[in-house]
């Protein structure tokens, strides 16, 4: 069976991550929210407090705000991958 490649598909570049500007905002944005998710994960798993904030976190903040920050970081990494070029191109 042979599968018709269209227009779109066969024409669309394989784009970098460091290609445009916004990529390579979004990707500095995944790697610095992924290493704040690790340090808030590891200091709820702790018990202790943040340094900057001065708040006591236990297990279950530290895994929600672990939670929440790896989801920026994964949504920014992946918007950097997938997103096509704006009006500026």
Avoid: C, K
Avoid at 49 to 65: H, I, N, P, Q, W
């Amino acid at each position: 069976m042979v599968v018709a490649v269209t227009n779109a598909t066969a024409s669309s570049s394989d784009a970098e991550l460091f290609d445009t500007r916004f990529s390579m905002g979004a990707a500095a944005l995944a790697a610095i929210s992924f290493l704040l998710a690790i340090v808030v994960g590891w200091t709820g798993y702790q018990g202790s407090e943040l340094v900057v904030v001065g708040m006591d976190l236990d297990v279950v903040s530290g895994l929600a705000g672990f939670m929440l920050l790896f989801l920026v970081s994964v949504t920014s990494l992946v918007a950097a991958v997938y997103m096509e070029p704006g009006f500026d191109h």
